[in-house]
């Protein structure tokens, strides 16, 4: 069975500072995807940054960037240069071993990220 | 890019009336889509997975009688939650992806209001 942890419930952050937000997973899958998915206020799900189990390189996508450490099991999201519009609530997930149709992602608890002047 | 368009926004019914929630992927066809619930302050929980032209797949511990799920086409899935009482009061939000190894692609999520 898959798991995902988050264990950070709120987080902190200055305006223009970088900010980590932890994810470890558990799965005895050897192929796997994992996600970041941003929940504002008003309840969209958006997708931010994906990372393959087998990319070897860090998955980057504008000022976010995924810290994907596979022997520790850990996926952190780090957003660098933090906006008023980065506070949401942010979800990590991760994706089963895909079978040919879409396969359903199972998330985190979530860290809520309230960015300050 | 992908997009995935949920109704209605919000709803309020009566306790034993049903609701119908549409979910339409709007510029790409989708096979499969999957259905979240989540309640305040907590995280999104795979209620079934719905398949265009045969039954839904249910998680454990979701009523498939009381959550009935169709998928007529390659473009529409429809929740329909059937007798509903106060407890059911959520938000319900579905997803699709675009093909192999895509991310999934969220409908904007109806909150529902059993009074």
């Known amino acids: 069975a898959q798991k995902i942890t988050q264990t950070q419930p709120g987080m902190f952050v200055q305006e223009k500072e970088a900010v980590t937000l932890d994810c470890t997973y558990d799965?005895?899958?050897?192929?796997?995807?994992l996600f970041w998915y941003k929940q504002p206020s008003s309840g969209e799900m958006i997708f931010l940054i994906y990372?393959?189990?087998?990319?070897?390189q860090n998955a980057t996508e504008g000022r976010y960037s995924l810290n994907f450490q596979k022997a520790r099991k850990s996926a952190n999201l780090v957003i660098s240069a933090s906006q008023l519009g980065d506070s949401a609530m942010y979800f990590c997930?991760?994706?089963?071993?895909?079978?040919?149709?879409?396969?359903?992602?199972?998330f985190g608890t979530g860290t809520r990220l309230q960015v300050t002047l | 890019g992908a997009v995935v368009s949920q109704h209605p926004s919000w709803v309020i019914c009566k306790s034993g009336t049903s609701v119908k929630i549409e979910c339409r992927s709007l510029?790409?066809?989708?096979?499969?889509m999957f259905w979240y619930r989540q309640f305040p302050k907590q995280s999104l929980m795979l209620m079934a997975t719905?398949?265009?032209?045969?039954?839904?797949?249910?998680e454990q511990g979701v009523e498939k009688d009381k959550f009935l799920i169709n998928h007529a086409s390659l473009t529409l899935s429809t929740l329909t939650v059937t007798s509903a009482h106060p407890e059911d009061s959520s938000f319900y939000i579905c997803?699709?992806?675009?093909?192999?190894?895509?991310?999934?692609?969220f409908g904007n999520g109806t909150r529902l209001t059993v009074t």
């Open positions: 997930a991760m994706r089963e071993v895909w079978t040919g149709t879409a396969s359903k992602l199972t």
């Open positions: 990372q393959g189990s087998y990319d070897e």
């Open positions: 799965t005895s899958d050897q192929s796997y995807g």
């Open positions: 997803s699709a992806a675009t093909g192999v190894n895509s991310p999934l692609h």
């Open positions: 510029d790409f066809q989708a096979t499969t």
């Open positions: 719905s398949n265009e032209g045969s039954k839904a797949t249910y």
